[in-house]
């Protein structure tokens, strides 16, 4: 039977202040949280594209990316959004971008940790159902679960769930934007994503309560670099937080948007770009959001940021002013809010 968590929210960052407030929000330097027995740590990082600008630049170097990033592997799960499809097979359908990888890129994310992708995006079918089918064997060969597209609308929607220290995490993931002309949505008997509908949303977050403790919905939404998620969105996560997820995390944006808490759940609305190949940007901030959830006492579930650079497509954890700069963003990305991880509950 799924499990009450209740929430104590903190963001990481560089100067040691520790408010005394019930559920206050601690600011440290250690930036890099380790495994413990009664926690499990989860990391989530943003769009992540092998081809292009990346694969000129890293070639055949698969260690390169993650060389800076190994704490990375201390999560008991790690998850980022695949926005390419890894084939050398496939016609590129009409559109502005098309993306798509080698498929030994898989061994990236292998070697850097990656325990689980979504591939509910706008690039997943860049290169039709052969791209897609390709990137779920070469996942599927190596280990790494996926959510967010398939073969046919039920594979689409079908939840990843994994059993960490006692307790059951179950993830979803579903693409719409604004408009869906490149969707390439699943049907019945046919390949593509799970399309952004609360009727599909509620039914599967409703099957997955009885089988996970603890739910991970993410969304490929909103506006490419606006750091402002619309109503609709906001409107339509606290929707689905009333369904019974516990975190929601937003991709596409390419920037950062703020971080929102609504009844106790937490709403990553954008994690901008982590390592995002498909354009000639070399140096950009983003963050890494950690969530610990404590295993032994169920007090809740702990949310941290991590600022991060990325450089050549090799991100690194980052302080002093860089990463003062990154947090001042996010709080003015979050002030729209009528509570965010910035503010204590009322």
Same mark, same amino acid.
């Given at each position: 039977?799924?499990?009450?968590?209740?929430?104590? @929210?903190?963001?990481?960052? @560089?100067?040691?202040?520790?408010?005394?407030?019930?559920?206050?929000?601690?600011?440290?330097?250690?930036? #890099? @949280?380790?495994?413990?027995?009664?926690?499990?740590?989860?990391?989530?990082?943003?769009?992540?594209?092998?081809?292009?600008?990346?694969?000129?630049?890293?070639?055949?170097?698969?260690?390169?990316?993650? %060389?800076?990033?190994?704490?990375?592997?201390?999560?008991?799960?790690?998850?980022?959004?695949?926005?390419?499809?890894?084939?050398?097979?496939? #016609?590129?359908?009409?559109?502005?971008?098309?993306?798509?990888?080698?498929?030994?890129?898989?061994?990236?994310?292998?070697?850097?940790? #990656?325990?689980?992708?979504?591939?509910?995006?706008?690039?997943?079918?860049?290169?039709?159902?052969?791209?897609?089918?390709?990137?779920?064997?070469?996942?599927?060969?190596?280990?790494?679960?996926?959510?967010?597209?398939?073969?046919?609308?039920?594979?689409?929607?079908?939840?990843?769930?994994?059993?960490?220290?006692?307790?059951?995490?179950?993830?979803?993931?579903?693409?719409?934007?604004?408009?869906?002309?490149?969707?390439?949505?699943?049907?019945?008997?046919?390949?593509?994503?799970?399309?952004?509908?609360?009727?599909?949303?509620?039914?599967? #977050?409703?099957?997955?309560?009885?089988?996970?403790?603890?739910?991970?919905?993410?969304?490929?939404?909103?506006?490419?670099?606006?750091?402002?998620?619309?109503?609709?969105?906001?409107?339509?996560?606290?929707?689905?937080?009333?369904?019974?997820?516990?975190?929601? @995390?937003?991709?596409?944006?390419?920037?950062?948007?703020?971080?929102?808490?609504?009844?106790?759940?937490?709403?990553?609305?954008?994690?901008?770009?982590?390592?995002?190949?498909?354009?000639?940007?070399?140096?950009?901030?983003?963050?890494?959001?950690?969530?610990?959830?404590?295993?032994?006492?169920?007090?809740?579930?702990?949310?941290?940021?991590?600022?991060?650079?990325?450089?050549?497509?090799?991100?690194?954890?980052?302080?002093?002013?860089?990463?003062?700069?990154?947090?001042?963003?996010?709080?003015?990305?979050?002030?729209?809010?009528? %509570?965010?991880?910035?503010?204590?509950?009322?």
């Amino acid at each position: 039977m799924r499990k009450f968590f209740l929430i104590h @929210l903190s963001i990481l960052f @560089l100067i040691s202040i520790i408010f005394s407030q019930s559920n206050s929000y601690s600011y440290n330097s250690n930036s #890099i @949280l380790l495994q413990d027995t009664c926690k499990v740590l989860l990391y989530f990082s943003g769009d992540v594209t092998f081809a292009d600008f990346f694969q000129n630049h890293v070639k055949d170097k698969f260690e390169y990316p993650f %060389q800076k990033m190994q704490w990375f592997k201390n999560a008991d799960i790690s998850m980022i959004n695949l926005e390419n499809p890894l084939t050398d097979r496939g #016609i590129p359908v009409e559109k502005k971008f098309t993306f798509r990888a080698s498929p030994d890129y898989v061994k990236i994310m292998k070697s850097g940790g #990656i325990d689980i992708v979504t591939i509910a995006n706008n690039h997943i079918y860049d290169y039709g159902v052969e791209g897609l089918f390709d990137t779920i064997t070469h996942l599927d060969s190596i280990g790494i679960s996926h959510v967010g597209a398939g073969k046919n609308l039920a594979e689409a929607r079908a939840p990843a769930i994994f059993s960490v220290k006692g307790i059951n995490i179950g993830f979803l993931a579903y693409y719409g934007l604004n408009k869906h002309s490149d969707s390439y949505p699943a049907t019945k008997d046919e390949a593509g994503t799970a399309l952004r509908n609360l009727s599909y949303i509620e039914e599967d #977050i409703k099957g997955l309560k009885n089988k996970a403790d603890f739910i991970v919905v993410n969304f490929h939404w909103g506006e490419e670099k606006a750091n402002y998620p619309g109503t609709d969105q906001i409107d339509f996560a606290h929707q689905v937080i009333e369904y019974g997820a516990d975190l929601i @995390l937003g991709h596409h944006p390419h920037v950062l948007q703020g971080i929102e808490v609504y009844k106790k759940k937490v709403i990553a609305y954008s994690l901008g770009n982590f390592i995002f190949g498909g354009n000639s940007r070399k140096t950009y901030k983003s963050i890494i959001l950690a969530v610990n959830i404590n295993v032994c006492d169920t007090k809740g579930y702990s949310v941290k940021i991590i600022p991060i650079q990325v450089d050549y497509w090799q991100p690194f954890k980052i302080n002093n002013s860089d990463s003062l700069e990154v947090i001042h963003d996010m709080k003015k990305f979050s002030s729209i809010f009528n %509570q965010s991880i910035f503010q204590n509950e009322p």
